[in-house]
């Protein structure tokens, strides 16, 4: 009789625990089924303008942390395997042993674009708070320098699903700094030209400018570091600095 009064008790327990676990697992599924489902007509509106909130926040701070980067690096993203290595930074040679490496205006916008279209979709994924069903294509960016400013135009498609339909948001942002990219890089060009023209020898005259502050420095490999320092152009109070490199032996 013990004996089949421990098995009445086991089976008990067996079948109240094949019960508990298809009720979590019941409530498992329902939760992610309220996850996949399309986006409400009442909250569709509020929903497609956080989106595209956030995008927009996307695009702005990756236009801010990419023109930084690219001033630290020489004017690139990719840093060409030319490039003076430091305990801060990789810096692309604006000159080097004889050859004139300095990025165009068109390159660095090219470099600039690289970034974004990589960097935007990262953001995104990482800050979209929405659980609804959201697809985002890849982004397609255009840079501009001027003397005043950056800008990037870009073309980053996302689309919510609703029922057999699907929304498509709005696709071309805008964003802009106020970083006066085009003169420094016209600035640096000075110098490196001036480098080209005698190696060893760059004019005091012209590296003290009236609005950047300009420093150099020289390494045992040969190398010059010049930093450039825009004050006029600040992002959060924090000056814009641009560095490039030169090795002349």
Request: with cysteine; glycine share 6%.
């Amino acid at each position: 009789m013990k004996t089949q009064n421990k098995k009445a008790q086991i089976t008990i327990f067996v079948i109240i625990a094949i019960v508990i676990v298809g009720s979590i697992t019941a409530l498992l599924l329902s939760t992610n089924k309220i996850y996949k489902q399309p986006v409400p007509e009442e909250l569709e509106i509020t929903v497609s303008s956080g989106i595209r909130e956030i995008a927009q926040k996307c695009i702005q701070v990756s236009l801010i942390d990419g023109t930084r980067i690219l001033g630290f690096q020489g004017g690139f993203i990719r840093i060409p395997k030319k490039s003076a290595k430091t305990a801060f930074t990789e810096i692309a040679y604006g000159y080097y042993l004889g050859q004139k490496l300095y990025p165009t205006k068109e390159k660095m916008e090219e470099e600039l674009a690289y970034y974004l279209d990589n960097a935007v979709p990262i953001c995104f994924n990482e800050n979209n708070k929405y659980n609804y069903r959201i697809s985002a294509g890849k982004a397609s960016t255009k840079i501009e320098i001027s003397d005043e400013e950056v800008i990037a135009k870009v073309i980053y498609p996302i689309s919510i699903a609703k029922e057999t339909t699907v929304s498509n948001l709005k696709q071309d942002y805008e964003a802009k700094i106020p970083i006066g990219l085009g003169k420094i890089r016209d600035f640096g060009e000075g110098i490196i030209n001036r480098t080209v023209a005698e190696p060893n020898y760059v004019p005091m005259s012209y590296l003290l400018h009236p609005v950047y502050n300009v420093s150099f420095a020289f390494t045992n490999n040969g190398e010059v570091i010049y930093t450039i320092i825009d004050n006029s152009s600040t992002i959060d109070k924090i000056p814009y600095t641009f560095l490039m490199a030169t090795k002349t032996r």
